[in-house]
């Protein structure tokens, strides 16, 4: 995976000096970060640490209050609220969430083909062989007439991720994606994250599985109130932390 | 002669072809009024969670002010205060279609609000995060879910606004209970009539849950 040939293309996100704020709690603090085309990037910290809410400002679903973030080209200002640019974003940025946020009302095919033709308008003849092919390929090509809350907690998320695909993302964002999910489901949904990864597509990943990031991760990042502490492949990071806080944190959750 | 009054069933069936033809005008005012409510319910309900200050106030100024007055006084001020404004009469059925429109809809606005704040953040989250606009995922993920979890309120409004038109006898449209007022102004079978009216509006209540009951069962597929 880490190929360390210098990329000419521009950073699929640049984040510069980010500051967000909940009322007086600054969650954010000075963040610097980029993200390369084809790059994995698992960041790591604890409950409460500002992690979940870095990735979700780069889709909007977070406002910050200073900074800048551009995420493929396209600007996001501080305070911004439905521009353009993030619409534009949308399009191009896939979220898996920790709890799945499947749309209930709707059979599985239906969750994967809604976007592709209100969004892109794409015909639904289309949207359902497309929704198809990805369904096969997360392992539950079978299942497309069910509805969410027919299917367990792992196959939930393996559609969640197949919707978001649907959308032909050229980013990935995970939320804890595996966090909701009982102990014998993880392994299946990490199982098509890796697919994913191994076929290129740009990962920013938030979890608490430190097995998966070492394994698959081209860069770990550990985030400690609000601010990126460390940061490297992840075996430097895992092996050699150089920052007391990481390697507190590190001992902690590696100790089980 | 024998003072003891008896539940007289012939006086109680006779009297059913002269209140038969209030049930059109009950049905009319109910279900007239409560379809414009809905409307009506659906805009201030909406207009109650803006995030904009200025389109919330008028809405909860009109939820409080028609949900914390008598139905009775709202009637009785459109048929008979109205007038002196507009300077000429409004017809009774009108009235009456206007009073359980005005007032169901505050409730109904009630009943939207929380049913569109009772579908979990994620759900607008996930649309949004897919590209949907805003609109977009209100009409496609909102407001479908928000709709089935509206259906069992709706209907406990659709039965207190049918009884509540029993009032406007008061004004004098030819319902159910002033078609039944004006028999026994002729009869004197008070016990059995009012007893026939009873069970009119049960039935047309009843109806309402069986069908509210089934429209509830099938809501249900796929939540």
């Known amino acids: 995976m880490t190929t360390d040939t210098p990329t000419a293309a521009q950073p699929i996100v640049h984040m510069q000096q980010v500051n967000k704020h909940f009322g007086s709690l600054h969650v954010l603090k000075d963040i610097e970060l980029s993200v390369?085309?084809?790059e994995v990037v698992v960041i790591i910290g604890a409950s409460g640490s500002?992690?979940?809410?870095?990735?979700?400002?780069i889709n909007g679903l977070e406002e910050f209050q200073s900074g800048h973030i551009e995420v493929d080209g396209n600007p996001l200002t501080p305070y911004g609220k439905s521009s353009k640019a993030l619409q534009t974003i949308r399009t191009e940025v896939g979220m898996v969430f920790q709890q799945f946020n499947l749309f209930p009302h709707l059979s599985v095919r239906d969750n994967v083909t809604l976007a592709p033709i209100k969004v892109r308008g794409v015909s639904r003849q289309q949207a359902s062989s497309t929704a198809q092919r990805l369904l096969e390929r997360v392992g539950i090509s079978d299942q497309a007439d069910k509805y969410p809350s027919q299917l367990s907690g792992g196959q939930q998320q393996r559609v969640a991720l197949a919707r978001a695909l649907a959308m032909e993302p050229r980013l990935m964002l995970f939320d804890e994606p595996t966090s909701a999910l009982d102990p014998e489901m993880i392994g299946e949904v990490l199982d098509a994250m890796r697919e994913l990864a191994r076929e290129g597509m740009t990962m920013m990943i938030v979890t608490h599985e430190m097995g998966f990031a070492r394994e698959v991760a081209d860069r770990?990042?550990?985030?400690?109130?609000g601010q990126i502490v460390e940061q490297g492949p992840p075996a430097a990071v895992f092996?050699?932390?150089q920052h007391a806080r990481t390697q507190s944190f590190l001992s902690r959750v590696l100790k089980h | 002669m024998d003072l003891t009054f008896q539940f007289n069933w012939s006086a109680a069936l006779a009297s059913i072809p002269y209140l038969l033809p209030g049930i059109p005008y009950t049905l009319l005012i109910s279900f007239g009024g409560l379809a414009i409510g809905f409307f009506i319910g659906i805009f201030f309900g909406l207009l109650r969670i803006?995030?904009?200050?200025?389109?919330?106030w008028p809405a909860i100024f009109y939820?409080?002010?028609f949900r914390g007055t008598p139905i009775l006084v709202q009637v009785l001020f459109i048929f008979y205060g109205l007038p002196q404004l507009l300077g000429g009469p409004i017809n009774a059925l009108v009235a009456g279609i206007a009073a359980i429109a005005i007032n169901s809809g505050a409730y109904i606005s009630e009943i939207v609000r929380g049913g569109v704040q009772s579908i979990e953040r994620g759900q607008r989250e996930a649309s949004l995060s897919l590209g949907l606009s805003r609109t977009q995922s209100f009409r496609y993920i909102i407001w479908p879910q928000a709709f089935r979890r509206?259906?069992?309120?709706?209907?406990n409004q659709g039965i207190i606004s049918i009884k509540d038109t029993s009032l406007f006898s008061v004004i004098g449209v030819g319902e159910l209970v002033r078609q039944g007022q004006i028999y026994i102004a002729t009869t004197f079978t008070a016990l059995e009539v009012y007893f026939m009216v009873a069970l009119m509006y049960l039935a047309i209540t009843w109806t309402l849950s069986l069908i509210l009951r089934q429209l509830e069962r099938r809501g249900l597929v796929g939540q």
């Open chain 2, 63 to 65: 939820i409080e002010v």
């Open chain 2, 150 to 155: 509206m259906i069992p309120p709706l209907g």
């Open chain 1, 36 to 38: 390369e085309p084809g």
């Open chain 1, 50 to 57: 500002g992690k979940s809410t870095l990735i979700r400002c």
């Open chain 1, 220 to 225: 770990v990042i550990y985030i400690h109130s």
């Open chain 1, 239 to 241: 092996d050699n932390p």
């Open chain 2, 50 to 56: 803006s995030p904009v200050r200025w389109l919330r």
